[in-house]
């Protein structure tokens, strides 16, 4: 019974981490292809504070609730058409980007240190999928397809890294404290 109640919880803690990169996603720097969101942000946070199973469960929710039609998506947009549009490769990436980043935490320590790399190597990740997705949606070159979907979101990334990094280590320990959060 106190297994099944833990599931519980962390599945409402996910559902509820989903729904923040929602909001998130709303934070919005408008930029000619690709905008510059808060998503990233909140996928980091997510499994940085979750893991790699729980933090992956949210990020599929959240894509779950955007192909339905919930305006979960930058620019309160939502469907498959987003999916599978120019910016669908980064949301894809975030998959493997919020695994990738909580596998790295589960497999070293929740420390600052350590959720900076991890949220570096997500980053890393989300840019590369996204970059890759665009060359070929966009029909662009390797070079512009570098250019307008991975440079211009470096110094944004790591700083969004750091404050995920930070934040989520924060958040967590407040979390496993109150045990609302399975250790």
């Known amino acids: ?6 599931k519980l919880r962390m599945m409402i803690v996910s559902a509820l981490f989903a729904a923040i990169i929602g ?5 919005t720097i408008p930029l000619p292809l690709v905008p510059i ?3 990233t942000l909140a996928v980091g946070l997510a499994a940085t504070i979750l893991g790699s199973r729980y933090g992956t469960i949210t990020v599929l929710v959240y894509l779950a609730m955007g192909a339905v039609g919930i305006p979960v998506f930058s620019g309160m947009s939502s469907g498959l058409g987003v999916i599978f549009g120019p910016t669908g490769g980064y949301l894809i990436g ?4 919020a695994f990738i980043t909580g596998y790295y935490m589960e497999r070293t320590s929740f420390t600052f240190s350590h959720a900076m790399v991890a949220n570096v ?3 890393f990740v989300a840019l590369t999928f996204g970059t890759v997705w665009l060359k070929f949606i966009a029909e662009l070159s390797w070079t512009a397809a570098f250019m307008a979907g991975f440079v211009p979101f470096l110094i944004g990334g790591v700083i969004k890294a750091f404050l995920a990094a ?13 045990r609302l959060l399975l250790a």
């Open 1 to 6: 019974m106190i297994h099944s109640r833990s």
């Open 23 to 27: 909001v998130m996603a709303q934070l």
């Open 37 to 39: 969101t808060g998503q």
């Open 94 to 97: 975030f998959i493997p980007t």
């Open 121 to 123: 190597i997500g980053m």
């Open 166 to 178: 930070y934040a989520g280590i924060l958040v967590r320990g407040r979390l496993l404290a109150n």
